[in-house]
Structure formats: structure tokens, C-alpha cells
């Protein structure tokens, strides 16, 4: 048990602190790439023998960014532009900046205009990603990409070296798919922080590296017998939901994440990269097969029958709906997610966050009393 | 043209009103007639429906107009009540509002059996036109024209864009039952070229001082360059127009009533429900607006398919920062700005989030104030007259001192 918090411990660690990872990156003579919401080819970055790092913001105070964005952008962006601009990020070679919304498309024009010494690449996916002229518009993106990356590195991207990566980031994604599975089971092992962490931590970590050391905590997992759970078990969805505060109140509630739908979480990890020969194709077929993303057109609105799918294969009781405060494609998402969690008899509530945010009060009352739902 | 003729015309601007209106008549008719009519983009290659004779409407000119009309806060609050957050796009809040509704006094448009969503204007669009598709169960067509970094657009887009919109004609065919035409493809090109440069050239007499327009007119006529501009009608209103400004320009006339002392740029979607309360403090400083980014907004100029798709992919809000800067900077430049108004414009992300880095560069280049006011196209919740009458009042002041330093 002790083997197993200790190796809980280091994930919580990396996830806490990820400056610390970046630092020991830099100093053994890596250069690592930043790697913004939503999506990014992480896989190119590792075969042009950089190390992705993913950076989603923080809980910080934003001063220097509202120079650039008005009030009303999600903390996301203002936040991640704020250590850009403030030199918390000076040791990234690059970051790469997907336009998949439009707060997105700002975030990486305000970057290019403020943070003149990191560069900034565009990830530009088709909407209509799933035709053919989407695919092949995808993958010569991706070639660009992978040019800009070689150069930055000094070592070019091959095609072997890119098919190594994308089946080590499947190995990768398959382990997390199933210490998702795993963390289910257990939620008298795993609380909900520590689901967390274990997940966010994979984004400043080698890849094979963060697979091998979650394979041995799904091992002493099991270990383990599966003890009834005398809690609510949860479905949470949204695009992040790693707030220690928030999490903290979750565990107080005895709520147990039973699956995710969070884009920084299981979004990253439910789709492998398809096999094809042409790795780029392959790549953006793994966008193509994509479903249920708010930032990914969605037209029959497949992300509300996944939501309740997985809940109900779960066994989750209710939903958590975590609003990013000023995250538009999550608002129009949220009323036809409703309907649809309220016709399967599922309870929802509805809970906004912001990085920026001080005091979790509300969230506290909105979820004890969803607790009370649930009994 | 005698001069007798010229009276007796009716003015440009009563025809545009009524091109506006007739077009959703249009739809009316085409719905009574048991015809399919879809809700449009107003960014979408408007080519695609007028070519197969297909009528559509326009939500966001519907929602602006609710909102001039007063209906704003109602069919916002009616989309919250939905369940829509207030921080979403007060256009998308009062069409989901209205799809659910059916109705609304200010402007009843057919309800939809298909949309036609092009995201060169932003990606709530997408998700907008998601919803009413999955609530009202309707086929949605999407024309994605991916936002670029480069100043200008390549050839890999122009293909994907291409593919998208041939693609386009053909599920629009099988929707409503109508033909494509070659013949009228090539027709309806020519008269929406014909309107684009009209658009433009009315657009081009702001240069003047003083500017035979009141620049706010523009942003009327705009709702013609949305909805019709690939209808003959469409072409000669707005040659009509450019001739009145001609003629104006002569006579030493404008719609623009009083001494025009100063001259800016209105940066950003008009706050609709505010029309009188954000031109009159203008007019009381003399101030008269002589430059929008709206007239290369839907002056889409092509000599032929790829540069179509390139043009369609140059709307102000599908550009990067360089070229969302140089668009403001040119025009100001180039019709005399003193000074510049910007809308912060809460329900709009995609336009307010680079405007502090195009307002810096737009007072750098050309050396002018600027102030910004906050507002909002359609929910009237959000503007505050006492703020923006301090800013102009505050904007007047610089640029009169300016004036009197320059002398």
C-alpha cells in the first residue's frame, strides 16, 4: 500500500510542480515544446527528439495578459499567455497553438505579438475533419509542422522515427485507458486528486516513461480487493477539472470519478492513432475518428449519448458539469448535454471554474447538495 | 441621367431597405410554396443558394435587428432560461431563443429545413448552428474555411476550401430537390462582383472631406451586402448609392448633418440596441465615422474559383493579426482619420481578443487617439451611456487639441 502512495506521491509531485520537470528537462539538454489546449501532435515533437510538454495554464493572477485579452477570455488562455509573457515559460523552444476555438485563435496571434522569444507554431485542424480533402489538409499541416520542428531541433522528422512515437503514444494512451478503469475500481485507493494527477503529470513526462510508472501503480492496484464504495460515484465532464480545491471538495463529498469526459483527461487518451503507412495520414485520422468534443464539429451532438453511454457503463449516478468559466464551445454544449443526462435520469449539476478563482465556496454548496441528490 | 430623372428616383437608401426586406419575403414565399429555406451564415459564399435559385435568411441580421427593434434582452433571457450561459454571443442566444420560439414581433423569419454555416466569422458558429440542427433535426452544412497565421492564404487551404464548397452545391441539391446551372453559377458571380465593387466604391467616399455619409449609414446598408448581394437589384442599389455620394460630393452635401470637425474609425459590430445613444454623442462632438473594417468585410472580390475561396477566407475575423491591423490601418490611412472608436464587444470573442494588439498598432502607425467603449451587438445589458459619452467626450478633446498643435 505504502509502494503505492509512493508511487501515487511522485505523480502528485510532477503534476503539482511541472516547472520542476521542465527545469530537469532543460538541463539535460532537451528542448521541450509547449503544447497548448486541445490537441497537439505531441507524437511529432517526440520524433523530432524534443520533449512535449503540455500547458493548460495555471492558478495564478494574470496582469501582464490584459494587455492582450480582454476580461471575458477563459483563464486557459489569459494564464498560459501570462507565464509567456512574464518568462515562466522562457525554457520552451517553441509552443505549438491549435485554433480549435476562438478564444484559441486569439491566444496564439496575442503570443506571436507579446512573447517574441518563444515561437509560435499554428496546429490548424479542419473542422470537417472526417472527408478526405480534411484528412489530407490535416496531414501536409502536420508536415509543415514537423519541418518547423526539425529545424528547431536540428533533427529532422523521419518517418520511422514518427511511427515509433505514435505506437509508443498508444501504448501510452492504453495504459491510461486503463488506470481510468482502474481508478473506478478503487476509489478508496485512488481519490479524486490523486486520479488527477496521475493523468495531468503524463503531459511533463517522457511518455514511456509516465506508462511504465502508472503500470506499476495499476499493478499494486490490483493488488488489491475491490471494496464496495459507500460514496456517489460521478461522471465528470468538461475541459479541465484539475483543481486541487475542487478535487479536495469532491473527496469530502465522497464523490468517485468513475470516468471522464475532460479534454485535458480522458479526451487525450480515448482515440489511438489509427495504423497507416503514411504516419501524417495516420495522425490525422486519429482526429478524424475523434467524438464527442466540444471543439470538434459535432453536428449530431454525439458527445451527449457518450457522456451517458459511459456513465451508465460505469455506473455513475450523476454527472458534474464543469463549466470553464468563458469556455464557449462548453456553453452551447451544456443545455443539450442537460437534456439529454435528464431523459437517462441522470442527475447533472452544473459547476463553474476559473484558474483565477480564490474562493470555491459556491462549488462547495452546489456539490454537497448534489450529494444529497445522489443519496 | 437629367436632373428631372435624378429627383424622381427613389434614394438609394429606401431602396436597400426595401432589397432587405423583399429578400426575406423572398423566403417567405419559398416556405408558403412548401419550398425548403435554410438560415445562412453571413459569411457564407452566399454563390452557393442564390445560384440554385435556393432562398435562405440570416439569423445574425435577424438578431440585429431584434436587438435595434428592442427585443434583445427578452430573447436573451429566454435562451438563459434554456439554459444558455449569458457570456455566449448575444446573436446565437437570441436565434436559439428564436428556433425554439417561433416567433418574434421585431423580425419573423421561416424557421429552417436546413443551415448553411461557414466559420470564416468564428467558431461559435459552428456550435451554434450544431444545436439548432440537433434540436430542430434538420441537415447542417458545414463550409470550413480554417483560420490562418499567415498574412496570406495557401494553396492547401484554397484546395480544402475548394473540395468543401463543390461539395457545397451537391448536398444543397439533394436537400432542396433544385439543379446546379453552370450558366447561372457564372451569372450569379458576375452580379455579386458587380455588387462587391459597388459595396466598395459607396464604401471609398468616406475618403472625402468633408465625407458625403454619415459613416453609421454604413452600417445599415450593410444588412443588403449580407442578405443580397448576388441579386441584380443588390448591384444597382448600391451603384445608385455610390452615384448619390458622387453627386453629394458636388453639391457639397451629406447625410451626415452638422460640421464634421473630426473623422475616426468605428471599430466593431455596431451596438444595435444602442443605435441613437452611440451616433449622437458622436454628432454632438462633430465627429463623423469615415472608416469600418465593413466594407472589405463583404467587398469579396474574385476573378475566378481559387481567388473566390481566398476571398472568403480574408472576412476581418479569418485573418491574422498583421492583417486585421493592416485592414484598419489602410482604410484609416487612407480616408484621414483623426482618432478611433473601438467596441469592446462582449459577445464577440474572435473580434475583441486580438483588438488590443490592432489597437496598439493601429495609434502607432498613424499616430492617432483611440478610446474603447464597452458594449455589445445585441444584448443591451452590457453598454453603459455614461461610459461612452466620457470616452468620446475624452476623444474629442485629444483630437482637437491635435488639430490646434498641427496648425
Redesign the interface.
Known amino acids: 500500500m505504502s509502494s503505492l502512495n509512493e508511487k501515487l506521491a511522485v505523480l502528485e509531485s510532477v503534476a503539482a510542480k511541472p516547472a520542476q520537470q521542465l527545469e530537469a528537462f532543460v538541463a539535460q539538454g532537451k528542448k521541450v515544446i509547449g503544447c497548448l489546449p486541445v490537441y497537439c501532435p505531441e507524437e511529432i515533437v517526440q520524433a523530432a527528439g524534443m520533449v512535449p510538454f503540455a500547458i493548460w495554464g495555471a492558478e495564478m493572477e494574470i496582469s501582464s495578459a490584459k494587455q492582450y485579452f480582454p476580461p471575458f477570455f477563459c483563464s486557459i488562455a489569459q494564464t498560459s499567455l501570462e507565464m509567456g509573457l512574464s518568462g515562466r515559460l522562457d525554457k520552451l523552444s517553441a509552443v505549438l497553438i491549435p485554433v480549435l476555438c476562438d478564444t484559441l485563435k486569439c491566444l496564439g496571434q496575442n503570443w506571436k505579438a507579446g512573447v517574441k522569444n518563444i515561437p509560435f507554431i499554428p496546429v490548424i485542424h479542419p473542422q470537417n475533419r472526417k472527408i478526405e480533402a480534411g484528412v489530407v489538409f490535416l496531414s501536409k499541416q502536420y508536415q509543415k509542422i514537423a519541418a518547423e520542428l526539425g529545424k528547431i531541433s536540428g533533427q529532422e522528422v523521419t518517418e520511422a522515427a514518427l511511427q515509433k512515437a505514435i505506437e509508443d503514444f498508444n501504448k501510452h494512451r492504453a495504459v491510461m485507458r486503463e488506470f481510468s478503469e482502474i481508478a473506478a475500481q478503487y476509489p478508496d485507493l485512488i481519490s479524486p486528486l490523486q486520479r488527477n494527477a496521475v493523468i495531468k503529470s503524463g503531459g511533463f513526462m517522457d511518455k514511456n516513461e509516465h506508462a511504465k510508472l502508472v503500470s506499476e501503480i495499476i499493478a499494486e492496484c490490483k493488488k488489491q480487493p475491490v471494496k464496495p464504495w459507500s460514496g456517489h460515484k460521478v461522471l465528470v465532464t468538461g475541459i479541465i477539472a484539475d483543481s486541487p480545491a475542487l478535487l479536495k471538495i469532491l473527496a469530502d463529498n465522497k464523490f468517485a470519478i468513475v470516468a471522464d469526459e475532460v479534454a485535458q483527461e480522458s479526451r487525450q487518451f480515448r482515440t489511438d492513432v489509427p495504423h497507416d503507412a503514411d504516419p501524417y495520414r495516420a495522425l490525422a485520422l486519429q482526429i478524424a475518428n475523434m467524438e464527442g468534443c466540444s471543439v470538434l464539429y459535432d453536428p449530431e451532438k454525439k458527445r451527449a449519448s457518450l457522456i451517458v453511454d459511459l456513465a451508465k457503463k460505469h455506473g455513475a449516478k450523476g454527472v458534474i458539469y464543469v463549466q470553464t468559466k468563458f469556455c464557449d464551445p462548453e456553453e452551447f454544449d451544456y443545455p443539450v448535454i442537460k437534456k439529454a443526462a435528464d431523459k437517462a435520469g441522470l442527475p447533472l449539476v452544473n459547476i463553474e471554474v476559473d484558474q483565477q478563482m480564490r474562493s470555491y465556496e459556491q462549488a462547495r454548496t452546489a456539490l454537497q447538495t448534489f450529494a444529497d441528490v445522489l443519496a | 441621367m437629367t436632373e428631372q430623372n435624378q429627383a424622381e428616383r427613389v434614394p438609394a437608401k429606401i431602396l436597400l431597405r426595401e432589397i432587405a426586406a423583399n429578400a426575406y419575403q423572398k423566403a417567405w414565399d419559398a416556405k408558403n410554396r412548401g419550398e425548403k429555406v435554410g438560415w445562412c451564415a453571413s459569411n457564407f459564399p452566399q454563390e452557393i443558394a442564390e445560384t440554385l435559385g435556393v432562398a435562405v435568411v440570416y439569423p445574425e441580421n435577424q438578431a440585429a435587428a431584434i436587438a435595434a427593434k428592442g427585443g434583445g434582452l427578452r430573447m436573451c433571457e429566454h435562451a438563459e432560461g434554456?439554459?444558455?450561459?449569458n457570456?455566449?454571443?448575444a446573436y446565437?442566444r437570441i436565434s436559439l431563443a428564436y428556433a425554439d420560439t417561433t416567433v418574434a414581433e421585431e423580425m419573423d423569419m421561416p424557421q429552417p429545413d436546413f443551415l448553411l454555416c461557414c466559420?470564416n466569422i468564428?467558431?461559435?458558429m459552428?456550435?451554434?448552428y450544431?444545436?439548432i440542427?440537433?434540436?430542430l433535426n434538420i441537415p447542417?452544412i458545414?463550409?470550413?474555411i480554417?483560420?490562418?497565421?499567415d498574412y496570406e492564404t495557401d494553396d492547401?487551404?484554397v484546395?480544402?476550401v475548394k473540395?468543401?464548397f463543390d461539395?457545397a452545391f451537391k448536398d444543397l441539391e439533394k436537400i432542396t430537390g433544385k439543379k446546379f446551372s453552370e450558366e447561372r453559377f457564372k451569372e450569379v458571380c458576375a452580379v455579386s462582383q458587380r455588387s462587391a465593387k459597388a459595396w466598395l466604391k459607396a464604401a471609398e467616399y468616406c475618403q472625402y472631406e468633408p465625407s458625403p455619409l454619415n459613416g453609421f449609414d454604413l452600417f445599415n446598408h450593410m444588412a443588403v451586402a449580407v442578405c443580397a448581394r448576388g441579386t441584380i437589384e443588390a448591384a444597382e442599389a448600391f451603384e445608385q448609392l455610390a452615384e448619390e455620394f458622387e453627386q453629394a460630393v458636388k453639391d457639397g452635401t451629406s447625410t451626415y448633418k452638422g460640421e464634421q470637425k473630426f473623422r475616426i474609425l468605428f471599430e466593431g459590430i455596431a451596438c444595435w440596441p444602442y443605435l441613437r445613444a452611440t451616433s449622437t454623442p458622436l454628432k454632438e462632438n462633430g465627429i463623423n465615422v469615415v472608416a469600418t473594417v465593413y466594407a472589405t468585410a463583404f467587398g469579396v472580390i474574385y476573378n475566378n474559383t481559387a481567388e473566390m475561396m481566398r476571398a472568403y477566407s480574408y472576412v476581418p475575423n479569418c485573418v491574422?493579426?498583421e492583417r486585421a491591423a493592416d485592414m484598419r490601418i489602410d482604410v484609416g490611412r487612407q480616408n484621414k482619420i483623426d482618432g478611433a472608436v473601438i467596441h469592446?464587444n462582449?459577445s464577440c470573442?474572435?473580434w475583441?481578443?486580438?483588438?488590443?494588439?490592432v489597437e496598439r498598432r493601429l495609434r502607432d502607425e498613424l499616430k492617432i487617439p483611440t478610446v474603447t467603449f464597452d458594449g455589445d451587438q445585441a444584448d443591451p445589458r452590457v453598454f453603459s451611456e455614461a461610459q461612452y459619452n466620457t470616452r468620446i467626450q475624452a476623444l474629442a478633446e485629444v483630437m482637437a487639441a491635435n488639430k490646434e498643435a498641427a496648425k
Open positions: 434554456m439554459g444558455y450561459s457570456d455566449m454571443c446565437s466559420n468564428c467558431n461559435c459552428i456550435k451554434w450544431e444545436n440542427a440537433h434540436d447542417m458545414l463550409i470550413d480554417p483560420y490562418k497565421n492547401d487551404t484546395e480544402y473540395v468543401q461539395q491574422s493579426v469592446t462582449r470573442k474572435l475583441s481578443g486580438i483588438m488590443p494588439e
